[in-house]
């Protein structure tokens, strides 16, 4: 495992969990951070023996109150530019991308950069005291990490418009209404509850789930289309150790030993 300064990464029973470990600073990703996270991403997904990460902040306030806004209070337009197209390619669409499975949980608040990250991974999970927002018009700037696209997805066009143009904070509970996470649990119960999806996850084929987060997100890329992507995803999965062990498993009335990603 490599060392990081503002991150810790833990891995057990084939699930990575990666903590943000920025506590003074409400766990804000910084450059370094960001460099970090992908890092750590890169090296989960690439191990084999891992089937699901999970993303966290450090400590009971904050799963990540946002980009550090010291590092870009005296950025020029190309600068502005520059800081989303990177976040863009390696971190949110980076993590969006990926082919293990990633949850979110979201303990504490998750503003602006950090609920964009929380929207970039596959779903999330909240503890009863998080508070979720894009406060970055109240910056005077807007959501650069995908939070104009991700949010609306998730929520609906107006809801966004609305919590982008407000600034505002929505709790765990609306958030759940919102859907913009799935479930809400007691903080101190937050990471095992994401440990037992994950173990859910884990009892089927990485090679298809790979295949499925690829086919889901098509449905959000304009550049793409879905239907084909679920076709030819649909396709390879056929050529795949996993079919053949789930499909004799099941005719064999016993249960799937899957090989891995
Ligand atoms: N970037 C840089 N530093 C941040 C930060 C961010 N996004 N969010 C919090 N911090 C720092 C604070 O500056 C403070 O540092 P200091 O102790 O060196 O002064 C420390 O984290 C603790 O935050 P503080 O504001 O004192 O905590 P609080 O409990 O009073 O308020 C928040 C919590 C989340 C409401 C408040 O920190 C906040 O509004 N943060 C910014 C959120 C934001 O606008 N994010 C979008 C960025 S694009």
Redesign the pocket.
Known sequence: MMNYENILVTEANGIATICINRP???N?LNKQTIKELNSAFKTVDENINIRVIVVTGYGEKAFV??????EFANFSVEEGVQLAAQGHEVLFNFVENLNTPVIAAVNG?A???GLELAMACHFRVASENAKMGL??T??GVIPGYGGTQRLPQLVGKGRAMEMIMTAGMINAAEAREYGLVNHVVPQAELLDFCYGIASKIMRNSPAAIGQAIKAINANYKDSVDGFSTEIKAFGKCFGTEDFKEGTTAFLEKRKAEFVGK
Do not use: M, N, Q, R
């Open positions: 003074t600073k409400l804000a109150a946002g980009a550090d806004i010291a608040f503003l602006g950069g406060p970055e109240s910056l």
